[in-house]
């Protein structure tokens, strides 16, 4: 079983709605999340941290819930620019992520 | 601002010719990392460095090899290219200890064919 699992999507939105992915993970142990972003053949770059509970940067919302194991990452008021591949990941010796999550936002 | 350049963005090789990529960060990191990523398997873990010439095997190592002479510069080498060794390379970069410190940071990837 992989240690970090995302549900690939696509996920389809229309501008401006808000949409809310999950990724659950399998080390318990994990102290560490964080969420990327990935544009189609670009590198991933850092779109949060989530360390405590939770973290809010503008429109975007990660929350950690140690107990059931996931996280979350809430996107509202969603931009044509927001249309990417989220990948999360928690700490290791390397960080572990999922396979990514695609989003399409539609004008 | 965290720099980690990769020597090329496309590459084109034969099958058994010996390939090499290199990764340079400019932000004094320790930690240091190859990955592959294709369509459907996501990022794959193939060596990591947490130290000059000090190397892991990743998750998938197999053909690969590493170097690191300079803190600043990790180097992948493909002996003997194959066809399934076809795919986008990305190499990061971190620094050592725990929270914000494992943030790590990506090149901009070196796409490989081998033909």
Known sequence: RKEVEQDP???NVPEGATVAF????????????FWYRQDCRKEPKLLMSVYSSG???????AQLNR?????????????????????????GYALNFGKGTSLLVTP | ??????????????????????CVQDMDHENMFWYR?????GLRLIYFSYDVKMKEKGDIPEGYSVSREKK????????????????MYLCASR???????ETQYFGPGTRLLVL
């Open chain 1, 9 to 11: 999507g696509p996920f």
């Open chain 2, 95 to 101: 620094m050592t200890g725990e929270g914000v410190f």
């Open chain 1, 22 to 33: 999950n990724c659950t993970y399998s080390n318990s142990a994990s102290q560490s999340f």
């Open chain 1, 55 to 61: 973290n809010e940067d503008g429109r975007f919302t």
């Open chain 2, 1 to 22: 601002d965290v720099k980690v350049t990769q020597s090329s963005r496309y590459l084109v090789k034969r099958t058994g010719e010996k390939v090499f990529l290199e």
């Open chain 2, 37 to 41: 990523q294709d369509p459907g398997l």
């Open chain 2, 72 to 87: 600043e510069r990790f180097s992948l080498i493909l002996e003997s290219a194959s066809t399934n060794q076809t795919s």
């Open chain 1, 67 to 91: 107990a059931s194991q996931y996280i979350s990452l809430l996107i509202r008021d969603s931009k044509l620019s927001d249309s990417a591949t989220y990948l999360c990941a928690n700490s």
